[in-house]
Antibody, heavy 117, light 110 residues
Framework: QVQLVQSGAEVKKPGASVKVSCEAS????????LHWVRQAPGQGLEWMGR????????IYAQNFRDRLTVTRDTSITTAYMELSDLRSDDTAIYYC??????????WGQGTLVTVSS | QSALTQPASVSGSPGQSITISCTGT?????????VSWYQQHPGKVPKLMIY???NRPSGVSNRFSGSKSGNTASLTISGLQAEDDADYYC??????????FGGGTQLTVL
């Protein structure tokens, strides 16, 4: 069965960076784009960017273009989301999402990133 | 990229039907048949309910249906049940090869 398993919760100070992993299993890793979506406490969903695990090609939302890096390691079927220069309003749950037919059919369990001094 | 526009809240009684709208532009909703809808219960991971404007994934009740007209997509839930009480988000592909979500709609089943 398809599974996306994310790394655990993180607490970071303002200005630091965070790197969240997303290990995929149960399907051909290189066959589907992976997206990153975040949700601040009590707020809606916000699309951040996506990677083509086959080529490594990425597309980022304008809001994150200067601070976001999405990578992958096909040998361990894992994607990574790194967000730099963290601010308090980056406190959110971060999800990795598999793209099938331009929709998110499988979601990771989410990783809470807390930014606090 | 601005978020798609959804009503903040809708409500309905059990057995009734409700419709949630999702308005974008010709650069997203109106330009592609790639609108999807997600249901999210409190503290839970979002669940895909509709993809490609009107397609239901396996296992999703046929009480859920989607449509689109121009720059506005809609999710209709018929025969409302208590378990439908949740937040709903629309999503669209855009001309910039990106995704954009709506602000979300809180559905209350009275």
């Amino acid at each position: 069965q398809v599974q996306l398993v994310q790394s655990g919760a993180e607490v970071k100070k303002p200005g630091a960076s965070v790197k969240v992993s997303c290990e995929a299993s149960g399907y051909t890793f290189t066959g589907y784009y992976l997206h990153w979506v975040r949700q601040a406490p009590g707020q809606g969903l916000e699309w951040m960017g996506r990677i083509d695990p086959n080529s490594g090609g990425t597309i980022y939302a304008q809001n994150f273009r200067d601070r976001l890096t999405v990578t992958r390691d096909t040998s361990i079927t894992t994607a990574y989301m790194e967000l730099s220069d963290l601010r308090s309003d980056d406190t959110a749950i971060y999800y990795c999402v598999r793209d099938k037919s331009v929709a998110g059919d499988y979601w990771g369990q989410g990783t809470l990133v807390t930014v606090s001094s | 990229q601005s978020a798609l526009t959804q009503p903040a809240s809708v409500s309905g009684s059990p057995g009734q039907s409700i419709t949630i709208s999702c308005t974008g532009t010709s650069s997203d909703v109106g330009g592609y048949n790639y609108v999807s809808w997600y249901q999210q219960h409190p503290g839970k991971v979002p669940k895909l309910m509709i993809y490609g404007v009107s397609n239901r994934p396996s296992g999703v009740s046929n009480r859920f249906s989607g449509s689109k007209s121009g720059n506005t997509a809609s999710l209709t839930i018929s025969g409302l049940q208590a378990e439908d009480d949740a937040d709903y988000y629309c999503n669209s592909y855009t001309t910039r090869y990106t995704w954009v979500f709506g602000g979300g709609t809180q559905l209350t089943v009275l």
